[in-house]
């Protein structure tokens, strides 16, 4: 019987006084009996329009209808045809963004809790079944595949089971990319990384870490050691600054900064050797899902934080689940605020953040309303950090040591978008470094995306 | 895990090291570094590559103990292991078409200066080393050095060997008679390095720097080691470690570099503590 409640069922989390101060998850998922009573709410409409919101175009109805039979495992074969990150993806996609947004049930009251439900699958499957990952038979081409982040372990992943013989290489000494640099344990726990990292190596695959490509090796070297295709998922790169006053001073950092001494080198752990600046007040830049990480952070090290974003809270481009969580953890939002000057003190930190308030006009090129300063509104925020986490710009290490390699004005790489293939023969590249910063799930699209097209591309080889 | 294949003590501070890292070896150039991690808990420093045998497939690198992780790295022996060795990272010194060039190094940056000087002596260049130190005790380099420069000059802070005095007496000394050069390299503390381009500027000799600021990733990831060059953000990692030393904003880069001060002396000294616990 169909479950009519207009709510969907509430994730349980950890108390937020509680995990203000701890590392630990945040949202702890669904019981069997919770994810049978939000499966029930799904009316599992014949034209599925949740389906179309998904990027990877999950079978969703079909899923939801195993876990209200109680099928968990048939449940997770279902997600597992479209998708080979389901418990990251249940974590950390915007699905109130994506397939949510186009659920029936959210037109009068709450959506069905797909992405709950996902994470439900994918842990209960991780908790409960025994992979027997055997290495398929190697049809001897090489394949080589650039970063290690969610489009790099999906092409890897993809072409392994076709019997490719994939090389990872990673640039960093731990694998998993933005999913360990970026996004920290209490989202999601790096166990849940390592395991896929795991299923890759039983795959076969073979990971290389501290190999920088366009430093240490070159595309064109790989072609020459017999590689016959190279994917270049090689993610973001550069973290922008706002070119305001100040910005160099000691206590400014990038996000990504800030989180990669966090979650890649444990600096919040007693025994990690990478230093970390402990703040009294900590302000964030920005209002997406990684300010909102780092502004989480902050706080899990003590520190009062504020947000400032220059549009309102309803233009955040984070997930709403993030921004909940953010506020119920004691983080101050500033909205309609954007910086001018960091002030410092005279042994060169950070002692206050000038700003402006701002007001929202007509839509600019984005479609977003473009805010605007409101004369004479200067103010200043006392602070002793300060996070900017304003976006990227692509990385030129691959761009600057490959002939050919052609990209748009904003340095990304271009490529087919049905085929993920570059302006280069056999070179093939997805995720941030074509998109800029963009979300997992569409990362893992395009590396599922170039996995197939090397695959029709290599047959012929 | 890279192996450590020969370690030698230069002086009570520095240490050499020759590391295996054939991949690494085979591109390092002159002027480019490494990333390394001594362990698993480690930090992710960045050194200066100070040679290479691409045969060997080994790369040299030369440490002063300054910080926990130093200390750490300095504590392992030839035939051990190191976590992480991960290059060559950075563009390499630019020397091309350079016919008389003044290198100067200052302490553990002439381990830095020294591959670059081979480089110019090998491609025909004149080549002028000033090589500074506090005192006697902590000279190194000086016959290789000697090795690779028509005229080399060595000063000590303290007089206690060669000229008393820092590098740039004999720099100014040099150009105030006359003598020209298409450009000086240098590579030393902050503060040497700015008196340097002071010196050079009013002799509008060009200089360039080997910047050495806190990194982590090594790769344009971070923005740690941003510096502000001719007023706009550069990143070491990916737009250096060279840069224009009349570009370079050295009191900025004096104070960023003091950012984790405090954290290191006191994981230094606990890193002391726990290593005088085994001595025991």
Redesign the interface.
């Known amino acids: 019987m169909a479950n009519m409640s207009l709510k969907r069922n509430e994730m349980p989390t950890q108390d937020a006084k509680i995990r203000a101060t701890n590392f630990c998850e945040v949202a702890l998922g669904y019981s069997e009996e919770t994810a049978i009573d939000e499966a029930l709410r799904c009316l599992n409409c014949k034209n599925a329009p949740c389906v179309s919101g998904c990027p990877v175009n999950i079978h969703i109805p079909e899923f939801i209808e195993k876990v209200k039979q109680g099928d968990f495992e048939g449940a997770y074969q279902v997600i597992y045809k479209s998708s080979s990150l389901p418990a990251v993806c249940g974590r950390v996609c915007p699905q109130e963004k994506q397939c949510e947004s186009k659920c029936i049930r959210g037109i009068k009251g709450e959506s069905v809790g797909i992405g709950r439900l996902e994470r439900f699958v994918a842990d209960w499957h991780n908790a409960h079944t025994i992979e027997n990952i055997e290495k398929p038979l190697s049809n001897g081409k090489k394949v080589a595949v650039i970063g290690s982040g969610p489009s790099g372990l999906t092409c890897a992943g993809e072409l392994a089971k076709k019997g490719y013989e994939v090389t990872v290489f990673e ?3 731990t694998a998993g990319g933005v999913l360990v ?1 970026g996004i920290p344990e209490f989202r999601l726990p790096k166990a849940i990384v390592q395991k896929e990292v795991d299923a890759l190596k039983a795959l076969g695959v073979d990971l290389q ?4 490509v366009g ?3 070159t595309i064109a070297e790989l072609f020459d050691e017999g590689y016959k295709a190279v994917f270049i998922g090689s ?1 973001a ?3 922008r ?1 706002m ?1 305001i006053e100040g ?5 400014v ?2 996000a ?2 800030f989180l ?2 966090n979650n ?3 600096a919040y752990m007693d ?5 970390i ?1 402990k703040a009294k007040h900590t302000v964030v830049v920005g209002g997406g899902n990684v300010a909102m990480d780092a502004a989480r952070t902050a706080k899990r090290l003590g520190s009062k934080v504020t947000i400032v974003y220059r549009r309102t809270e309803k233009e955040l481009p984070a997930r709403l689940e993030e921004v909940h969580h953010a506020k119920e953890e004691g983080i101050n939002f500033a909205m309609l605020t954007n910086p001018v000057k960091i002030n410092g003190n005279q ?2 930190w950070v002692e206050s953040i000038v700003c402006d308030k701002m007001e929202l006009s007509e839509p600019d090129e984005s479609g977003r309303a473009r805010p605007v300063k409101i004369p004479n509104s200067e103010f200043k925020i006392t602070a002793d950090c300060v996070i900017m986490s304003i976006g990227t710009s692509p ?3 691959i761009k600057d040591t490959t002939d050919g390699l052609e990209v748009n004005k904003y340095g990304g790489i271009v490529v087919t978008e049905e085929t993920a293939l570059t302006s280069l023969k056999g070179v093939y590249a997805g995720g941030d470094a074509v998109t800029g910063a963009a979300t997992v799930i569409s990362a893992m699209g395009a590396g599922k995306t170039a996995a197939k097209s090397i695959d029709e591309y290599l047959k012929n080889v | 895990m890279y192996k450590i294949a020969s370690k030698k003590v230069l002086n009570s501070f520095v240490t050499q090291m020759e590391i295996e890292a054939p991949l690494v070896a085979k591109k390092a150039q002159a002027g480019q570094f490494i990333i390394l991690r001594v362990d698993e808990n480690g930090e992710r420093i960045p050194l200066t590559v100070a040679g290479f045998d691409r045969k060997k497939g080994l790369v040299k690198i030369i440490f002063q103990i300054v910080g926990a992780t130093t200390n750490k790295l300095n504590q392992k022996n030839a035939g051990e292991f190191i976590a992480d060795f991960v290059g060559p990272l950075g563009n390499p010194t630019k020397v091309e078409g350079l016919k008389r060039v003044c290198v100067i190094g200052g302490g553990v940056g002439c381990a830095i200066a020294l591959p670059v000087a081979e480089k110019l002596h090998n491609m025909g260049c004149e080549v002028d080393s000033i090589i500074g130190f506090r005192n006697s005790d902590l000279l190194i380099l000086e016959d290789e050095f000697k090795a690779v420069s028509d005229n080399l000059v060595v000063t000590t802070d303290d007089g206690s060997y060669g000229l008393k005095g820092n590098v740039t007496m004999p720099l100014k000394e040099a150009l105030s008679n006359g003598k020209q050069y298409d450009e000086i390299i240098t590579v030393g503390p902050l503060v040497m390095m700015k008196f340097v381009v002071l010196t050079a500027k009013e002799y509008n000799v060009p200089v360039t720097v080997s910047m050495n600021p806190i990194m982590i990733d090594g790769t344009g990831m971070c923005g740690g080691c941003r510096l502000t060059v001719g007023g706009k953000i550069k990143f070491a990692c990916v737009d250096g470690p060279d840069f224009d030393g009349y570009q370079i904003d050295f009191d900025e880069a004096m104070k960023r570099g003091t950012t984790y001060r405090d954290f290191e002396r006191h994981a230094y000294e606990e890193n002391c503590n726990l290593f005088k616990k085994e001595v025991k």
Do not use: C, Q
């Open positions: 640039a960093l000494h640099y870490t501290n190999v920088v430093k240490t090796i993610g790169g550069l973290p600054f070119g910005e160099s001073l000691n206590g950092y990038s990504n900064e990669t001494r890649l080198m444990k025994g990690s050797d990478t230093p600046f042994n060169g990385n030129p290490l």
